[in-house]
Structures are given as C-alpha cells and as structure tokens.
C-alpha cells in the first residue's frame, strides 16, 4: 500500500523557514496536497495540485513536488504556524486517498 | 458558502454499528468533481480516510476497512452517511465529513468525537 513518511517533528525559530517533506517512490508523478491543523481545530487546506494555494492562503506557505519528495515550505515562520501538518495524495491504481504520518511544526 | 455538519452518536458499544450523518449546504451532491468523504483522526494521531463518494454515487473505501464500511447519499436531503460495523475501542476517534473539490479536500466539517466503550 502507498505510505506517505514525514518527519515527525520540525523544529523553527521565528522568522525563519520551515521545510517539510513527505516521501513516497514517484511521488512527483502525483498531485500533492498539504493541510494544516491547528491544536483543537479541523484541518486547513494550504497548498493543492503540488503548489496551488487556495484563497486566503499567504505567499509565506509555498509547495514543491519532483521525484521521491513533496516539500511544503514555510517562509518568514510565525507563531500562528504552529500545528501539524499532513500530506494527502490520491492513489489511482487503488482508489484510495492517502494522508501523510504527519509533521508536528515547533516555533521556537 | 460550504458547510458540512456531522451528526451521530457520541458514544457506542463494542460491538454495536455507529451511524454517521453529514448535512451539507453550499453545493449540490450531485456537482460533478465534487464528492464527501469520511476521514477520523484517534486522539493525538494522524488523520485516517475512511470513504468518500463521488457525484456520480461511485464509491471508494480504505482497503483496510473496507468489510466494515457503507458510505450512501441522499442528494434530495443533501446528506451523506456512514455506517461502521462491529466498533471497536481502537474505533475511538473524531469523525470528520469532508468535501472534496476533485482529489483534495476543500471543505472540512468540525468533525465528531465518537468514543466506544462499555
């Protein structure tokens, strides 16, 4: 079955930039999508389609995806950027979506 | 404006069958690229897909689960539910209802915590 590995833990002082990564065997050849959590709240949809950026979404939060690695960059970490992460593709040949292990963002 | 709203018991047996409801207002179920799925999260773990169903009723299931799981809609009644048989304390988890804009998930419900226990 396909497993997305993230880090578990980043680590960031403000100002900063933070880089989480989720891999996968080809993992370019599919579209990936990054949300947000908040402690308490329901997921945020941040970045899709690799690096598309829904509406209300800062240009601080960015996506990339080539070969074995997908990669949601935070620039200029905030304090507000603290939360979990979590990757998501769509797995065609089996019909599954599939959500990254997830990445527990700390601002320092 | 999207919203999605879960509905269902907070606390089941083990055992027993956990019926979920998802009320939808925003968007049709019937729009084609849109679809709802189901998706857990166990307290302090990581997100879980459980279903999703598609505008055109095609169905999909998490392989793992896939024996205790039914996802059906009502289009009329803009609902989506979920039933999940024989429940299980490792079951214990917040269930969200979730649409998705084509194969990623735009709109997310608060989500439920459902708790099995004896």
């Known amino acids: 079955s396909y497993v997305l590995t993230q880090p578990p833990s980043v680590s960031v002082a403000p100002g900063q930039t933070a880089r989480i990564t989720c891999g996968e065997n080809?993992?370019?050849?599919?579209?990936v999508n990054w949300y947000q959590q908040r402690p308490g709240q329901a997921p945020v949809l941040v970045v899709y389609?690799?690096?598309d950026r829904p509406s209300g979404i800062p240009d601080r939060i960015s996506g990339s995806n080539s070969g074995n690695t997908a990669t949601l960059t935070i620039s200029r970490v905030e304090a507000g950027d603290e939360a979990d992460y979590y990757c998501?593709?769509?797995?065609?040949?089996?019909?599954?979506?599939?959500f990254g292990t997830g990445t527990k963002v700390t601002v320092l | 404006q999207v919203t999605l709203k879960e509905s269902g018991p907070v606390l089941v047996k083990p055992t027993e069958t956990l019926t979920l409801t998802c009320s939808v207002s925003?968007?049709?179920?019937?729009?084609?690229?849109?679809?709802v799925s189901w998706i857990r999260q166990p307290p302090g773990k990581a997100l879980e897909w459980l279903a999703h169903?598609?505008?055109?009723?095609?169905?999909s299931y998490n392989t793992s689960l896939k024996s205790r799981l039914t996802i059906s809609k009502d289009t009329s009644k803009s609902q989506v539910v979920l039933t999940m048989t024989n429940m299980d304390p490792m079951d214990t988890a917040t269930y969200h209802c979730?649409?998705?804009?084509?194969?990623?998930?735009?709109?997310w419900g608060q989500g439920t915590l459902v708790s099995v226990s004896s």
């Open positions: 979730v649409a998705a804009t084509w194969y990623y998930f735009e709109y």
């Open positions: 925003g968007f049709s179920l019937s729009n084609d690229g849109m679809g």
């Open positions: 169903i598609f505008s055109s009723d095609e169905k």
């Open positions: 080809n993992i370019g050849s599919k579209a």
């Open positions: 389609d690799d690096s």
């Open positions: 998501q593709v769509w797995e065609s040949s089996s019909d599954q979506y599939v």
